[in-house]
């Protein structure tokens, strides 16, 4: 018997390669936290913290999202942000992720990045136990601050070095190409670390190309503005480099106006490794299903380009390969 299209996608296993898991902080959580440690937020209710959630372009975002970061404090506050990630993501079918960490947006907050990183790993820990969802951390430097300011950042994480795999670059786009981090990511590859990097966002082609030249990137974030370098979209093509495309998130910050106007299908076609992603699920209206769903509905994506979705996000991950040939013999099977 046929099944609908949303329990499809839902029993499909899938990776999530692109969170933020500052970006899962639901109201609910930011308004008991505020309250546990005695900060005034400037929002009434959780109703009027949604409501505030109208954005014109990324920056007008990261506003918001650096402000509502400052209610994480104790390495508890972490662990019960991460494990209502994982909760949430495991209802969607998601079966293994691996999540950004902003650690500048804590420091400069007087938290040390052992709170971070050991009260996130706390949640993993809770999340693997509960669920049987695996993940790994990747730390992103902050583009809008200096180079000097990522070094830093990457040796505080040094004694934790174990906790987390890869290094990523996120923030404000334009104005901040990847030229400026090429040492620090050289740095980061020596250290045998995973990297990553927000490209192509808002900003234009040229800085995916950068982030391929120079940062040498595993994987591009976003990367949707690819689409107007046609040689660009050839080379990430024949590459398979991935993109860690994030349908709502686009939408939301204005980068397509509606979700029948993305690229993704576009993207695909053109032979690009494509992958479904939430970015800042509790800002941008919805996790991995609720992206799915958009682009499934909104670009009339078949079954059969839904299940390539969910084995692109596997074979995009950091996981080991014989756990990637188990996922992908999982989807396999999975009938529409
Ligand atoms: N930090 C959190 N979400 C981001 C996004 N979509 N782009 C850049 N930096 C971010
Ligand atoms: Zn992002």
């Known amino acids: 018997m046929a099944t609908d299209i949303a329990d499809y996608i839902r029993r499909l296993p899938k990776a999530e390669l692109h969170i933020h898991i500052e970006g899962s902080l639901e109201p609910e959580l930011m308004f008991s936290l505020a309250a546990k440690h005695g900060i005034k937020l400037p929002y009434a209710d959780v109703e ?3 409501r505030a959630y109208e954005f014109h372009n990324l920056q007008e975002f990261l506003d918001i999202y650096y402000a509502g970061a400052a209610v994480l404090v104790e390495r508890s506050d972490f662990r019960d942000l991460m494990f209502a990630y994982l909760k949430r993501a495991h209802a969607d079918g998601v079966v293994h992720s691996e ?4 650690p500048q947006t804590h420091t400069a907050r007087g938290i040390s990045t052992g709170t971070v990183i050991q009260g996130l790993t706390d949640g993993m820990a809770e999340g693997k136990r509960a669920f049987g969802i695996t993940s790994e951390l990747i730390l ?4 809008h601050l200096s180079e000097e300011e990522a070094f830093k950042t990457l040796e505080l994480a040094m004694p934790y070095r174990r906790l987390f795999i890869g290094v990523g670059l996120d923030s404000s786009e334009v104005g901040h ?3 400026k981090f090429e040492r620090v990511f050289a740095r980061a590859r020596e250290l045998g670390l995973r990297v990553v990097a ?7 082609p040229a800085y995916v190309t950068e ?6 990137t595993e994987r591009i974030d976003h990367g949707v ?5 046609p040689a660009l979209c050839k080379r990430l093509a024949k590459m398979q480099m991935p993109l860690t495309v994030c349908p709502l998130s686009n939408v939301k910050l204005a980068v397509f106006k509606k979700a029948s106007d993305h690229n993704l299908k576009r993207l695909m076609d053109l032979g690009l490794m494509v992958t479904v992603n939430s970015d800042d699920p509790a800002y941008f209206g919805g996790y991995m299903q609720d992206n799915f769903m958009a682009m499934a509905e909104g670009l009339k994506l078949t079954s059969a380009e839904l299940k390539t979705l969910a084995a692109n996000s596997i074979t995009a991950s950091f996981l080991p390969e014989p ?3 188990q996922w992908l013999a999982r989807i396999e099977g999975v009938a529409a």
């Open 177 to 179: 190409p990847p030229a």
């Open 211 to 216: 982030a391929l030249d120079l940062l040498k």
């Open 99 to 102: 999540i950004f960490f902003d």
């Open 140 to 143: 992103c430097f902050l583009r």
């Open 48 to 50: 009027a913290v949604r």
């Open 323 to 325: 756990a990637k040939k």
């Open 225 to 229: 503005r690819s689409e107007a370098d």
């Open 198 to 204: 927000h490209a192509g966002e808002e900003g234009p």
